[in-house]
């Protein structure tokens, strides 16, 4: 059956697409599989990173709110206690000039205190002694059964939350340091007339001359209310932002706590849910999934049901990541089922096994027709062969004798001729293959670079947007302080106007509010925040404009082109990639004329050089301690060409190194780490596409200096 020609062409052409369709179907189902489910895990665990670095960025801002709030609190007890003082002071100076007996002016300065007007926050102002164990009350306009009483009450301790008694607490403060402040809790009326223990922050003063305490307090539950709203804001919002979502098919993200209740989540019920039972372990689900947050590297993997078709049917295997989150106690999670993570790679497998019936019909059909047009000419030559061996042999240009295989002999010379011609049209067809591959390989290495510099495009963008935001904030704030500021002396100089005159302490008072507004901070910081917010936009502007110009995709024909435009956005772009190794330092000839070039390869050439110099001194400084290397890059106009020369102070290569660099494959990097095609690409871009040349200096320990000269118009 194979002795024929025509079989053995149509049987080893259809095997060879057979053998290579099944290869290829076993091969690439398993890779797509393989990288299909690294990719997924990889975004579920980037979605949850994110999450956790929005959270943080926000219980940030709410811890910055709850010290502004008690800063703002203590200022106002403060200033209170300091009027009361100086009533007291006022009439101490009384007694001291013989205007009034000492207990005259004791008295007078309780009543003085007694009747100073205080604010919805601040009630009153009391006074004890500084006597020990427990102090004594001098006037306590609350509850006036006090005043000369020892404060031992078994009620007063509710100091520091140690169960210390409040008054002896302020005595040690006051003792100490002469003024400070006390935590303690204290009884207050709700809406509903009922009396609650409520958390109150006190400011206490000494006046030594009678050894007085002075003091008031301030509630602040409503810090702690208000930063209960706040949390619940967060919530809200990543409710809302888990809900636009998708993690494969019906992949979504959820948020417990240590407490084992689920606060954010697309289905169940929030609150409590120590009842759902992992079916695998058999333990808690919570508790499981709060054990694999301590890996946040690994997954936990898992059996549940998939609603709404299969609701109930624990048979279906699924994949969640967690990250913990320790201030608030949150665990944020992502989940995906483990066949919708496959689906893709079955897709794709079922459309290569369609696609390959198509080819093995099609090479089946091409291999008969091919072995048909290949053995007629065979036949038809072989019978004229035997017509002339038989009919005009004298005639015969070349003599056709003895047997069928001699005469089949010169026919096969003949389709050697033909042979050559056809190798010779292979050749013009392999070259132009070959063009088409070095272009595809271009756009491979470019594609790969912008992939590597994604992750650091984001996190350049990302740093300046969110001080831009923070300032913003700032701004916003430092606006009320300073209407509130305006609104007091508006107040004042209106009292002024009515009573005709200034009131003595008026300078004192506008100091006073100037102060309380911190108002020399104000004009010192707002300016500075403007400038950094635009300073921020330039910069994000300044990055998507490099990424613009490195990705355009060029005309594919030769341009008049900015080289230093070209390396200026070539080194924005991978700002990431050398800022933690090296400083970078541009020496760019101002008046550099345009070359005629094609730019997109040339910036993927620059991009190129410029992350093997980082990587170079990125394994120096390794080596040798360094903080930081230097890359430089310079440009200058010399003759007909223009110069680019890039330097790195890495570690320098040997000779043996040097005189491989530019061949395919080579690489000196880790297996993984590069390709090897980076400066071959390089070669030829520099070489044979812009006639121009690429040299190497180096020097083992101090460093490599590629010199790159380009013709201004290269010819056609």
């Excluded at 890039?646 to 043996?656: C, H, L, R, Y």
Aim: proline share 4%; hydrophobic share 40%; aromatic share 8%.
């Amino acid at each position: 059956m194979l002795k024929s020609l025509r079989s053995k062409i149509l049987v080893a052409l259809t095997g060879t697409v057979l053998v290579s369709m099944l290869l290829t179907m076993f091969f690439v189902k398993r890779e797509t599989e393989k990288q299909i489910s690294l990719l997924q895990n990889k975004n579920a665990q980037q979605l949850v990173e994110a999450i956790g670095l929005n959270v943080e960025s926000q219980y940030k801002n709410l811890i910055f709110h709850k010290q502004v709030l008690l800063k703002q609190k203590k200022e106002k007890i403060n200033n209170i206690v300091h009027v009361a003082l100086g009533i007291v002071e006022e009439s101490y100076k009384n007694y001291k000039e013989g205007w009034l007996t000492e207990e005259e002016a004791k008295q007078r300065a309780r009543d003085d205190i007694k009747q100073m007007c205080y604010s919805n926050e601040v009630d009153y102002i009391w006074i004890n002694d500084t006597g020990r164990p427990i102090p004594r009350m001098l006037m306590y306009p609350e509850n006036p059964e006090l005043d000369g009483q020892l404060l031992s009450n078994p009620g007063f301790n509710s100091a520091l939350g140690l169960k210390k008694n409040f008054f002896a607490a302020t005595v040690d403060v006051v003792l100490q340091d002469g003024e400070g402040y006390v935590d303690y809790f204290w009884p207050k009326a709700n809406k509903d007339g009922e009396t609650a223990i409520q958390p109150k922050l006190a400011y206490v003063k000494l006046f030594r001359e009678w050894n007085w305490v002075i003091g008031t307090g301030i509630y602040v539950d409503d810090i702690e209310e208000d930063t209960k709203k706040q949390i619940n804001s967060i919530l809200t919002t990543l409710r809302e932002t888990f809900s636009k979502m998708v993690i494969g098919k019906s992949g979504y993200m959820y948020l417990f706590n240590g407490s084992n209740n689920l606060l954010v989540h697309p289905s169940l019920t929030l609150g409590d849910s120590s009842n759902l039972i992992n079916p695998v372990t058999r333990n808690p689900m919570l508790e499981d999934l709060i054990a694999a947050a301590k890996t946040p590297a690994k997954s936990l993997e898992y059996i549940w049901d998939k609603p709404p078709l299969h609701k109930g049917e624990y048979r279906f295997w699924k994949k969640s990541h967690i990250t913990y989150f320790e201030p608030l106690d949150w665990y944020i999670a992502s989940t995906v089922y483990t066949d919708e993570i496959e689906a893709p790679a079955i897709e794709i497998t079922r459309y290569i096994f369609f696609l390959s019936i198509c080819i093995l019909v099609f090479a089946f059909i091409l291999s008969l027709l091919l072995s048909r047009h290949l053995t007629s000419p065979l036949q038809l030559l072989t019978a004229a062969a035997q017509k002339i061996d038989y009919d005009s042999m004298a005639d015969a240009a070349i003599p056709v004798t003895g047997s069928i295989e001699t005469r089949r002999l010169g026919s096969i010379m003949n389709k050697t001729l033909e042979s050559i011609r056809a190798a010779v049209r292979s050749k013009e067809e392999l070259f132009e293959t070959k063009l088409s591959l070095e272009l595809r390989l271009h756009q491979a290495e470019k594609l790969e670079s912008v992939g590597r510099l994604a992750a650091g495009i984001a996190h350049e963008i990302n740093t300046p947007t969110q001080y831009v935001g923070t300032n913003i904030d700032f701004l916003n704030d430092a606006s009320k302080d300073i209407s509130e500021l305006l609104e007091q002396l508006t107040k004042l100089i209106a009292t002024a106007h009515r009573n005709g005159n200034l009131e003595d302490d008026f300078a004192d008072t506008v100091k006073e509010y100037f102060e309380t507004a911190d108002w020399e901070f104000l004009q010192e910081e707002i300016p500075k925040a403007l400038l950094q917010s635009q300073e921020g936009l330039r910069r994000i502007s300044k990055i998507v404009s490099a990424m613009k110009n490195f990705s355009h995709p060029g005309s594919g024909e030769l341009e008049s082109s900015d080289i230093n435009i070209g390396i200026q956005s070539t080194v924005t772009l991978a700002t990431n990639e050398w800022k933690y190794a090296a400083e970078m330092e541009m020496q760019l000839e101002d008046d550099l004329p345009l070359v005629l070039c094609y730019p997109d390869e040339l910036n993927q050439v620059f991009l190129n050089m410029v992350i093997n110099s980082a990587h170079a001194i990125a394994a120096h400084n390794q080596k040798s301690g360094r903080e930081k290397g230097l890359i430089t890059i310079q440009t200058e106009k010399i003759g007909k060409h223009v110069q680019i020369r890039i330097s790195d102070s890495g570690g320098g290569m040997p000779d043996a190194v040097v005189d491989k660099i530019f061949e395919p494959f080579y690489t000196t990097k880790e297996v993984g780490k590069g390709t090897g095609q980076g400066l071959a690409i390089a070669h030829d871009v520099i070489v044979n596409k812009h006639h121009g040349s690429i040299d190497v200096q180096t020097e083992l320990g101090q460093g490599t200096t590629f010199i790159i000269s380009l013709p201004i118009a290269p010819p056609s």
